[in-house]
Each structure stands twice: as structure tokens, then as C-alpha cells.
């Protein structure tokens, strides 16, 4: 029976029934070799000859997200903007890009101080209404539309399958950062995305205790091909204990990711007819941007992040922040425990994050003390 047939949820839970056939153990090895002999004749059988190029590491980790987000391959990679930037690195001086102005920060910061200056052409666009894409999109001179939905620090949605359909008549590939969607929600590829990427640093391992990244392709072509290039010899390559670490975590992604979104949804739907709070963003709400593509393109629930705007401005927000006891003042997103930070101190100027708005990563703990914690904290810094 083909592994790959059976549920999302099986996949993960066995890592694809991987057994060791010598030693008939059911966890990996770590490889930690980083070359590896080659043949009397000369030749390199194995396939593999230096672990910057690849790593026997990867392939369980690499076949399990592939297989949950229904792609050909996948490939790992040391950081979630190692994985990005290496699919902008395959494109070639002068390609026209669409990026959305809210976006991560860090990545919008390397398009438009890093990538411009090799010769990218990046544009940021308002991803979330199909007519400023389409009119955008420069046929044969835009090589690439990169979408986050939802997207840092809004949480706004931007309608993978219509995006899909633009990029395809203007010839032009179709990436989606789906970290906070994860596979459990939203799998892109099926909606016409030709790749899809993840900062695995987030809910793919779970557990804020490594960096990794990686890269899942609709297709083997030579644009695949060019961005495993990128990664041997630029370097960006995952470390052999955090692939392990890795495959570990995937193991119970079904389970973290759809109890963080439930309580995400109890969150939201308590702060936002508080008196304390001026709008909770999440799409998990009626009212929320994109509510109803969200509806149609993530399935099971709307992911863990949300954001509350705060009544009382920049200082009540601070001081929300600081007088959490249970949440953690802390950037990043994705582990078992909750996060909580004010955004636009972290992003700086050209923030598309209001100066009152808390980001929140929901965990995994009991929602009630989650609610009670910033119940107490919002009353503090608003008395
Ligand atoms: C949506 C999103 N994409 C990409 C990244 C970059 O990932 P990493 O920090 O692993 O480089 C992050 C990190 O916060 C993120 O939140």
C-alpha cells in the first residue's frame, strides 16, 4: 500500500510508516557525514558526493511535507528566508516581481534592499484584490508573484485560485508563503500555486527550537532544478539534527495546529466586542478582510495568528504587553506556547502594523488561562 494515499493526519503521525529495513527501527538516523565515497570506476552511485548539496537527513522530512502538500518534491532549507530567497535567486537579472505590501518584514526588507540590487525588478502590490494583480502583471516580463495569506501582521487574505488563474494567462510562476495557513488548513499546489514555501521554524516543527525552511514544487522542471542549485552551492542548507528535530515535530502537526486554531477562534471571538480592544484582526471572524475566500481556501479552521488592536493607542498596547503573565513577550510564532509582541516595534518605519496592534501566536495551553491572562493585562494597562 502507497504511504502517500493514506490521511494527512497518518502521514505525519508515521512520517510516512518509515521503517529501517537492516535494523527495523521506526525512527531515523541522524546522518551526520558531510561526504560521501565515491566508486572505484569514478562514479558517485549513491547520488550524493557532499552535504551541502544534499543530506540522507532530509528524505524522510522532505517526502513527509511533500506529501502533505500534494507536491513532487520538496527541499530543505537552514532558515524559512533561505527557502524564500532561493526562489528569488533562481530568477534571472531584470525578471519582473509582484510581491504583496504586507508581507513578512524581513523578506519585503531583503526584496527591496538585497534582491533590487542584483537586478530584480520588485514591485509591491495589494495582493489581496485580483484586479491591482492583474493589472500588475507584466506578461512575459513577470517571472514571479509571491502571496502570503494569511499575511504578517494583518492576517490578510489574498485568493490563491483566482491568483493562480492571473499568473497562468501572464505566464508568470505563483509562490505562496503558506507558514501560518500550514498544510493543515490550506494546501496551495492543489489551487493552482507552483510553489509553495514555509518557514518550518514555525508550526512544521512546533516548537521553537530550531530554524529550518523549506520549498515544496507543483512540477520537476528546470526552475525546481535551478532552486536546489541555489541551495548548493549559496549553502542554505538545514543542519543534520535539526532535520531530525524536524521530522519529530511534523509528527504531531495535525494535532498542535488545529487545537491552537480553535482557541485562536475562542480568542478572537471574545476580544472582539471588548470594550478594552478596538478591532481583532483574524480571519476566522465574519467581519475580518477576505472572511469568505478564507472560508473557501482554508479548511478546519483559520490558523493560529491574530491581532488585537488595542483601545488607548501605541502606550496601552506596550503596556498590555507588558503585563502578561502567562503569554510571552516574544517575536516568532508557531510553538506550543503563546506569543504576544508589539509589532511595530519590531518592523520599524514602513510598518503596515498600527501602532495599537498586538501580534498573538496562540499555543497549545488552556484557552480559558490564555483569555483570563490578557483579560487582566488589558485592564491593568487601560485603568
Ligand atoms: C510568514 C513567515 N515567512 C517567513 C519567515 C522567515 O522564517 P525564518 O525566521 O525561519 O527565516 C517568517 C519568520 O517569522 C514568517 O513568519
Not at 494583480?133 to 501582521?153: D, F, H, I, M, Y
Not at 521554524?201 to 532544478?225: I, P, Q
Amino acid at each position: 500500500m502507497d504511504p502517500n494515499t493514506n490521511k494527512p493526519e497518518t502521514i505525519a503521525a508515521q512520517a510516512l510508516g518509515w521503517v529501517d529495513h537492516e535494523t527495523r527501527a521506526i525512527t531515523p538516523p541522524i546522518h551526520v557525514s558531510t561526504t560521501y565515497l565515491r566508486d572505484p570506476d569514478n562514479q558517485y552511485r549513491s547520488g550524493r558526493a557532499y552535504a551541502r548539496a544534499d543530506n540522507p537527513a532530509f528524505d524522510q522530512a522532505e517526502a513527509v511535507i511533500a506529501s502533505l502538500e500534494q507536491g513532487a518534491h520538496a527541499a530543505l532549507f537552514a532558515s524559512g528566508m533561505a527557502a524564500a530567497t532561493a526562489v528569488f535567486q533562481a530568477l534571472a537579472p531584470g525578471d519582473h516581481v509582484l510581491a504583496p505590501k504586507v508581507m513578512y518584514w524581513s523578506l519585503r526588507n531583503w526584496l527591496m534592499n538585497f534582491a533590487t540590487h542584483w537586478g530584480l525588478q520588485v514591485e509591491l502590490i495589494d495582493m489581496t484584490d485580483p484586479r491591482i494583480v492583474q493589472s500588475a502583471l507584466r506578461p512575459g516580463k513577470t517571472r514571479l508573484v509571491w502571496v502570503e495569506t494569511p499575511a504578517n501582521p494583518l492576517w490578510s487574505i489574498t485568493d490563491i485560485a483566482a491568483t493562480a488563474v492571473l499568473c497562468k494567462a501572464a505566464g508568470a510562476r505563483l509562490a505562496v508563503d503558506s507558514t501560518v495557513a500550514t498544510p493543515v488548513f490550506t494546501r496551495p499546489l492543489t489551487l493552482g500555486a507552483d510553489l509553495v514555501m514555509h518557514a518550518a521554524t514555525k508550526y512544521l516543527n512546533g516548537h521553537s527550537d530550531l530554524l529550518a525552511g523549506v520549498l515544496v514544487t507543483r512540477e520537476d522542471d528546470d526552475f525546481w532544478r535551478h532552486i536546489r542549485g541555489v541551495r548548493a552551492y549559496v549553502g542554505g542548507t538545514l543542519g543534520s539534527f535539526e532535520s531530525w528535530l524536524l521530522l519529530r515535530g511534523l509528527r504531531t502537526l495535525y494535532l498542535r495546529v488545529r487545537a491552537a486554531s480553535s482557541a485562536a477562534q475562542r480568542i478572537a471571538e471574545h476580544f472582539a466586542p471588548h470594550a478594552l480592544v478596538r478591532e481583532v484582526l483574524y480571519p476566522g471572524l465574519r467581519q475580518s478582510q477576505g472572511h469568505e475566500i478564507a472560508r473557501r481556501q482554508m479548511q478546519g479552521g483559520f490558523g493560529a495568528m491574530l491581532s488585537i488592536r488595542v483601545q488607548g493607542g501605541e502606550a496601552a498596547a506596550i503596556a498590555t504587553a507588558a503585563n502578561v503573565q502567562l503569554w510571552k513577550r516574544a517575536t516568532s510564532l508557531g510553538g506550543t506556547e503563546s506569543l504576544i509582541e508589539h509589532r511595530a516595534s519590531v518592523e520599524g518605519a514602513g510598518t503596515p502594523a498600527p501602532a495599537d496592534l498586538l501580534r498573538l501566536s496562540v499555543g497549545i495551553e488552556d484557552c480559558g488561562d490564555l483569555i483570563a491572562d490578557l483579560e487582566q493585562a488589558l485592564a491593568g494597562a487601560l485603568r
